[in-house]
């Protein structure tokens, strides 16, 4: 079986399609593991993205640690072998995929990209030094274990009428030293980036936080209302919050379309968005970085080019 697991039940759904590709070559089965309450209903959702089995342990569980997470998927592994365990890059899943590949004593692969098998083994690709380079890694020993982030495979059409096996184990983890006192949830705007067709982002081009106006107009006018930034605007001067910040550090997108206005295109910042469809970036030096990744790049002072842009734009609508 090859194995899917995420916290976050669109990575496990997205997984899920290359699970069920790989599995054909592997001449196995895409399965999942849901961990926590409410398995019942999440196991069905997996089932209909492709999965033949899912398995639901802790279901008495408020909160999983990541001791425990791993210690539950090292227990399902033990019984059912897979020869690849895909994980959810989250916070949670970065968490629990290096003390699983501890536990089993195998190889672990951090945010592939690609995935194949070559000459009966898992091959692996994945984006070093930033986005400087890429390796691939071939993993010499089974399971192999790797992390995939958001947005990597588009999930298969959900069908309800599939059927699949949903596998309740009772497993109780051993108890741990650490102690989970308090779940806070973080300061949110609600935008979603991670989910949206069209992104307007802003950078350090603006001159003040009133400016932003300008790239709600050209959102607006786009009809996709969803504002991104680059890290200083989220992170140092806090004029969006960080559910608006893309790149390597922040959220991983890929809208139809992404329009970076005064964003200089370092490749933390590319890291994040360069799997857009169409990309165009407006900057006034010709030489900015974002201009070897765009599709359309318009050299020029925002503050002008942003409400021609605007007026052009709302008279072609
Ligand atoms: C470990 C690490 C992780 C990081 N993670 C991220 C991340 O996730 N996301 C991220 O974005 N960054 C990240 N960074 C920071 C990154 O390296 C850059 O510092 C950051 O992306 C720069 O933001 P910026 O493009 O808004 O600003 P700048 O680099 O200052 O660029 C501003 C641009 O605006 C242009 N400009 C100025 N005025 C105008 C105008 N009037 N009209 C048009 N153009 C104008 C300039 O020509 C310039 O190109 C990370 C850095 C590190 C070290």
């Known amino acids: 079986m090859v194995f899917v697991f995420s916290d976050n039940e669109k990575i496990a759904i997205e997984m899920l399609a290359k699970a069920v590709e790989i599995s054909r070559e592997l001449g196995s089965k895409p ?6 309450r409410d398995g019942q209903e999440k196991a069905r ?3 209909a993205a492709g999965a033949s089995v899912v398995y639901l342990a802790g279901q008495d569980m408020d909160e999983i640690k990541a001791e425990e997470g791993s210690e539950i998927l090292h227990s399902i592994c033990k019984e059912v072998d897979p020869p690849l ?3 959810g890059s989250t916070k949670t899943g970065k968490e629990i995929a290096p003390r699983l590949a501890s536990l089993l004593d195998a190889g672990l692969s951090t945010d592939s990209r690609k995935l194949y098998v070559r000459d009966g083994s898992i091959v692996t690709e994945r984006i070093v030094y930033s986005g400087n380079g890429v390796a691939t890694e071939r993993f010499a020993s089974k399971p192999a274990i790797v992390t995939v982030q958001a947005k990597t495979y588009d999930p298969l059409p959900p069908d309800d009428s599939r059927g699949g096996e949903i596998v309740t184990k009772d497993i109780a983890p051993r108890e741990y030293g650490s102690k989970i006192l308090k779940v806070e ?4 705007e609600g935008a ?5 067709q069209i992104i307007v982002s802003c950078g350090r081009g603006f001159k003040s936080s ?11 006018s786009l009809k996709g209302y969803t504002l991104g930034c ?3 605007i989220a992170a140092d001067l806090k004029w969006l919050s960080e559910d608006h910040w893309i790149g390597l550090s922040g959220h991983k997108v890929k809208p139809k379309l992404y329009v970076a ?7 933390q910042h590319v890291a994040g968005m360069r799997d857009s469809g169409i990309i165009v970036a407006i900057n006034k030096d010709e030489n900015a970085p974002i201009f070897k990744v765009v599709d359309y790049g318009i050299v020029g002072d925002l503050y002008t080019v942003i409400p021609k842009l605007v007026q052009a734009i709302n008279e072609k609508a």
Not at 210 to 219: P, R, S, V, Y
Not at 261 to 267: E, F, K, N
């Open 85 to 87: 365990i895909m994980i």
């Open 261 to 267: 206005c005064g964003i200089s295109g370092q490749i």
């Open 192 to 196: 979603n980036v991670e989910d949206a």
């Open 45 to 47: 959702k997996l089932v």
């Open 31 to 36: 399965s999942a593991v849901v961990l926590g």
């Open 210 to 220: 009133q400016d932003l106006k300008l790239i709600e107009d050209l959102a607006k």
């Open 185 to 188: 949830s973080m300061v949110s």
């Open 230 to 232: 680059s890290r200083p």
